[in-house]
């Protein structure tokens, strides 16, 4: 019924950037929250920022200062923009979306992408 897909993924250097895109798709009514987790080798998979579809933003501490996150409504796309990276934060990062459907108002459900790669080399 949705579709989430994140491009944007790749290999950097330690200090470079990277931009994350997640593009959501099906039978959406709207999307209450987006955001981005990610799931480091051998880790559980953590929260990295979520923003409202008022764009109220929420950080992870370990990202505060260097990653942004951003939505286009219109679009009903998620970005993040990664700066500053570090070793660190190689992960696959997955998208995930709060969505309200066409066919069932009043109740919104949870999907994700099927994750991307960011390896971050020292």
């Known amino acids: 019924q949705v579709q989430l897909v994140e491009s944007g993924g790749g290999l950097v250097q330690a200090g470079g950037s990277l931009r994350l895109s997640c593009a959501a798709s099906?039978?959406?009514?709207?999307?209450?929250?987006m955001g981005w987790y990610r799931q480091p080798p051998g880790k559980q998979r953590e929260l990295v920022a979520t923003?409202?579809?008022?764009?109220?933003?929420n950080y992870a501490d370990s990202v505060k200062g260097r990653f942004t996150i951003s939505r286009d409504n219109a679009k009903n796309t998620v970005y993040l923009q990664m700066n500053s990276l570090k070793p660190e934060d190689t992960a696959v990062y997955y998208c995930?979306?709060?969505?309200?459907?066409?066919?069932?108002?009043?109740?919104?459900?949870?999907?994700w992408g099927q994750g991307t790669q960011v390896t971050v080399s020292s």
């Open positions: 995930r979306g709060w969505v309200v459907l066409t066919t069932i108002h009043g109740i919104e459900y949870s999907y």
């Open positions: 099906g039978s959406i009514f709207s999307i209450n929250a």
């Open positions: 923003i409202t579809s008022g764009s109220r933003k």
